[in-house]
């Protein structure tokens, strides 16, 4: 079982920057593809952005050019860091991760593995 973490949230003003981590305890995420996440109050849970474990990665559209996944050299820790926020971006955002042999996936339905999530707040 793999227990996910995330940190970072927080309320920032349109036009700033945050960074979430995802880490999980007692094991790296480097044989992990792994995702992030959002769900805003009201709507479905929206895929954000997704890493393979060689580091390729792809992007929601309403994100791309704003957000970027990376991991540490470690493999312990996944970030999403998050420029040019938008009131729009509000809501909780989860940390995911699978096993499964995939190099990227948006799909939310191939994740194992689940933090509880982290708020972000954005305000106009």
């Known amino acids: 079982q793999v227990q996910l973490v995330e940190s970072g949230g927080g309320l920032v003003q349109a036009g700033g920057s945050l960074r979430l981590s995802c880490a999980a305890s007692g094991r790296t995420l480097s044989s992990y593809v792994m995702g992030w996440f959002r769900q805003a109050p009201g709507k479905e849970r929206e895929f954000v952005a997704s890493i393979s474990r060689g580091a390729g990665t792809i992007y929601g559209d309403s994100v791309k050019g704003r957000f970027t996944i990376a991991r540490d050299n470690a493999g312990k820790t996944v970030y999403l860091q998050m420029n040019s926020l938008k009131p729009e971006d509000t809501a909780v955002y989860y940390c995911?991760?699978?096993?499964?042999?995939?190099?990227?996936?948006?799909?939310?339905?191939?994740?194992?593995?689940w933090g509880q999530g982290t708020q972000v707040t954005v305000s106009s």
């Open positions: 995911a991760g699978t096993s499964a042999r995939y190099l990227t996936t948006p799909r939310l339905s191939d994740y194992n593995y």
